[in-house]
């Protein structure tokens, strides 16, 4: 089913016209991306340069290709954000081949997922050949999240090729279920983001136990 859906699914009209589901032009809509986010820890900074460090050595050979994303990024990362521990529970559904057509060549890849209680995905866009960048991407990624199950009607995502982060909102409460998704944090220069992507990440975790507990 999963295949399927991100086969036919190839842009944000497409979204539209299968799922019925529309871009929220309310820039509060994905309030947890401004809300007040808590201050990482001496240990969790240190931890982020790591991340960096490491990114920044292994980058220098070119894109990070598969393999390699989960490896050096996405787990340190998830073991930053306290997601291997209570009261957080993963899971790793099927991954699924990911195919774009740009205007100059088709890009395949595969998304790897990790589901942090249901309601947080963890989605790593790897290739063989070349970075796929994560925008183009974007509405592949809603329609795999959508064709999965999940807890209630508010699902989050974060969606990462190595070089950029971003994250994703889908909230299905209302008759017409919306989408919504954050600009794009980079791992790339000196004056990197990766310590706001684990300060929403942690604020997103806290989200999604929230929604387990109730």
């Keep these: 089913m999963t295949l399927a859906v991100t086969d036919r699914i190839k842009s944000f009209k497409d979204l539209k016209r299968s799922f019925n589901l529309e871009q929220s032009k309310d820039l509060a809509f994905f309030s947890e991306l401004s809300e007040e986010l808590q201050e990482l820890s001496q240990e969790e900074k240190a931890g982020v340069g790591k991340i960096k460090k490491r990114f920044d050595y292994h980058r220098e050979d070119g894109f990070l290709l598969e393999g390699t994303v989960n490896l050096l990024v996405v787990s340190p990362l998830l073991e930053l954000a306290g997601f291997l ?7 790793s559904p099927f991954g699924v081949e990911l195919v774009i057509d740009d205007t100059v060549e088709t890009l395949r890849g595969f998304i790897d997922t990790l589901v942090v209680n249901n309601n947080l995905w963890i989605l790593s866009l790897e290739s063989k ?4 960048p994560v925008g183009v991407a974007l509405p592949q990624l809603f329609a795999y999240m959508l064709a999965q199950p999940r807890q209630g009607n508010l699902a989050f995502g974060l969606a990462t090729n190595g070089d950029e982060f971003i994250f994703l909102k889908l909230d299905l409460s209302a008759e017409q279920p919306l989408y919504g998704f954050s600009r794009a944090y980079s791992l790339l220069p000196v004056n990197h983001e990766l310590d706001i992507v684990l300060k929403i990440l942690k604020r997103l975790g806290n989200a999604v136990a929230e929604t387990k507990e109730n």
């Excluded at 521990?85 to 899971?91: A, H, L, N």
């Excluded at 050949?129 to 796929?132: E, T």
């Design 85 to 91: 521990d209570e009261p957080y529970q993963i899971r």
């Design 129 to 132: 050949r070349s970075a796929i």
